[in-house]
C-alpha cells in the first residue's frame, strides 16, 4: 500500500510513523467491507438492489476505476459480465469513461423497468398451480407478491405495474393459483370461507393485493 493511497483512505502515516496495526486495521475493515459484494444472478427485478449495494461498497473503499472494473468482473454474472469485459476492452486506456459506458450499459439491460415487468410476469405465470396442500409453496408466492408489491410502490415502477390493482389481474391470479374467490358484478372478491389460503394471505399481509 502507498502512502498517498493510505492517506486518502484516513490512515495517518504522515504525522507519526506508520503502525503495523493501522495497516492490519485497514486490511480487517475492507475485508470484512468486500464480503458484503453478492453475485449478480442477471435478474432484472435483483439489479436495483444489487446496484446499491455495489456502489455502498466500492465508495467506501474508496477503489480506482481499474479495482471496481475488476471487481464488476468477478461480481456479475455469466450474462452481465460479457458487457464488463467488452467495455473494459474497449476503453483499456480510459477506465473511468469505461466505467461510466458500463453501468448505463447495465442500467439499460437489466434496470430498465421494461426488464423488470418481463421478469416478474415470468415468474408469476411460470410459478405452479396451488392447492390447500401446498404450503411451503406459499411462502413462495408471498414472497413473490410482496416483491411485486415493493416495485409497484416505487415511482419508476408504478406505472407498468399498475395494471396488478385492476380487478381482471385479480381474477387471472386467483384461477392460476386456485385461491378461493367469488365474482360480484365486476369485481372480483377473495373468499373469506375459513381456508388455509385465506388465513395465510391474511398472515403475510397479502390479502390487499388480491382483494379487489
Not at 58 to 75: G, Q, R
Not at 160 to 175: G, H, I, Q, R, V
Not at 182 to 211: A, E, P, W
Request: charged content about 25%; some cysteine.
Amino acid at each position: 500500500m502507498s502512502v498517498n493511497h493510505a492517506n486518502q483512505l484516513g490512515l495517518n502515516v504522515n504525522s507519526s510513523p506508520f503502525q503495523s496495526t493501522d495497516i492490519a486495521y485497514f486490511l480487517l475493515k475492507k475485508d470484512l467491507t468486500l464480503s458484503r459484494l453478492s453475485k449478480f444472478n442477471d435478474q432484472p427485478e435483483s439489479y436495483p438492489i444489487w446496484k446499491a449495494n455495489f456502489h455502498s461498497v466500492v465508495s467506501e473503499v474508496k477503489v480506482s476505476a481499474v479495482e471496481e472494473f475488476d471487481l464488476l468482473i468477478k461480481w456479475l454474472g455469466s450474462e452481465s459480465v460479457r458487457h464488463a469485459v467488452s467495455i473494459r476492452t474497449a476503453n483499456a486506456d480510459n477506465p473511468e469513461t469505461g466505467l461510466v459506458r458500463l453501468w448505463e450499459r447495465l442500467d439499460e439491460r437489466f434496470g430498465c423497468p421494461e426488464m423488470v415487468k418481463a421478469s416478474l410476469e415470468t415468474r408469476l405465470s411460470n410459478f405452479p398451480r396451488l392447492t390447500n396442500k401446498d404450503c411451503a409453496k406459499l411462502y413462495d408466492l408471498a414472497d413473490l407478491v410482496a416483491e411485486i408489491n415493493s416495485f409497484k410502490q416505487n415511482t419508476k415502477y408504478a406505472a407498468l405495474l399498475s395494471y396488478y390493482d385492476s380487478p381482471l389481474e385479480s381474477f387471472l391470479l386467483y384461477k392460476s393459483y386456485h385461491l378461493p374467490f367469488r365474482i360480484d358484478g365486476h369485481h372480483v372478491h377473495l373468499d373469506t370461507s375459513r381456508t388455509l389460503m385465506y388465513h395465510f394471505l391474511h398472515s403475510q399481509n397479502l390479502y390487499h393485493f388480491f382483494k379487489k
